[in-house]
């Protein structure tokens, strides 16, 4: 297996830490390039800023599998400047405006920070109490003299920490998965061509999974994600049973989502696997949301997608929380199923 330890951690840190929001990856992209630029034997950086590597294996029909992970994080744009370092944006991705009154952000390539500013309780009035904050009453501060160019990009200023079995960062979606297929390409098994894509512009629409996917046309692909968990204590004391995801529960595999209906045979040999090699997992439970599988199942003339994903709660906020066993084992399922793929897997349906 893969090793798992302060390196990979170190590593996730890094990727957590840095600012690549849709449309802007760069600070990822430099990160990915210096981690796998001795293991790859081809690294391409793609129009749209896809890093699209492959490592070949060895031998005779050699499946040519395609691992995807997207490198970009939900954020804001700057949009209009109001003078005395005071800046109108839109969010870009999906965002609870709930969560922005009273953040602290970074702007730009030189992380200036700054604040999400909106009126103080002492100053409203009438049903402000309690009616939703609008996002155009909202402006990011930057202090007197604080300078952004229109187009920059802002990110949450939340520094990665593990406590205790958890990590907690921004941007675990989908720094998690990015960190994973690092790994994955470094310790790659010698039965199949591996080609890795770590894409862009994931959170507004699937956007360079769908290029990667054109480029490498694969046999089959696997999107490595991280997936909300909805598995807090219900306020009343009852059971829970309306989780999709939970945590302690290893990887999740996905059977069906906002976007896909995963391939069944690529979800039996996951979780047979799992079963084979006692590496705990769970079934991602159908509904909303969807990852980059969406796109790269109808690219070309249709290409087998699974998705699985290392769950965390607290999703497109300022702060997300995963657990490190769960990250682990992801990794290792992946692992043992690279190592076990064959062209008889896609033989039958």
């Not at 690549?20 to 950086?45: L, Q």
């Not at 480029?215 to 696997?222: E, L």
Request: charged letters at 25%; a negative charge; hydrophobic letters at 40%.
């Amino acid at each position: 297996m893969p090793p798992f330890g302060n390196p990979q951690l170190t590593l996730l840190e890094r990727l957590c830490n840095a600012l690549a929001v849709s449309g802007d990856e760069g600070e990822v992209r430099k990160i990915v390039m210096e981690e796998i630029e001795p293991h790859a034997d081809e690294i391409k950086v793609d129009a749209l800023g896809n890093v699209l590597a492959i490592r070949r294996g060895r031998g005779k029909k050699r499946v040519r599998i395609m691992l995807d992970a997207h490198m970009d994080e939900v954020g804001f744009m700057i949009v209009a400047d109001d003078g005395e370092g005071v800046y109108r944006f839109e969010t870009v991705g999906s965002i609870d405006v709930r969560h922005l009154v009273g953040k602290q952000v970074v702007v730009g390539k030189d992380h200036t920070p700054g604040v999400i500013g909106g009126k103080p309780v002492h100053l409203m009035e009438g049903d402000e109490y309690t009616r939703k904050v609008p996002l155009d009453s909202l402006r990011i501060d930057l202090g007197l003299g604080g300078k952004a160019k229109i187009g920059d990009r802002a990110g949450f200023f939340t520094k990665f920490r593990r406590v205790g079995q958890s990590i907690m960062s921004k941007a675990i979606d989908d720094r998690i998965g990015v960190a994973t297929l690092i790994e994955l390409i470094k310790h790659a098994p010698p039965n199949l061509d591996l080609c890795g894509a770590f894409t862009v512009q994931e959170e507004i629409g699937l956007r360079g999974a769908k290029v990667a996917a054109q480029y490498f046309d694969p046999d089959m692909a696997i999107a490595i994600d991280s997936t909300p968990a909805n598995d807090l204590p219900m306020h009343d004391g009852s059971e829970n049973t309306s989780y999709n995801t939970k945590l302690d529960s290893g990887p999740a595999i996905y059977i069906a989502d906002g976007t896909t209906l995963h391939d069944q045979r690529l979800v039996r040999f996951l979780s047979a696997v799992g079963d084979a090699e006692n590496i705990p997992y769970q079934f991602r439970q159908p509904g909303g949301g969807g990852t980059d599988s969406g796109a790269i199942q109808r690219a070309l003339a249709g290409i087998p997608t699974v998705s699985i994903s290392v769950p965390h709660r607290y999703t497109h906020s300022p702060i997300s929380l995963a657990r490190m066993d769960d990250w682990k084992n992801t990794l290792h399922l992946l692992h043992a199923a690279l190592k076990k793929i064959t062209p008889a897997l896609l033989a039958t349906r």
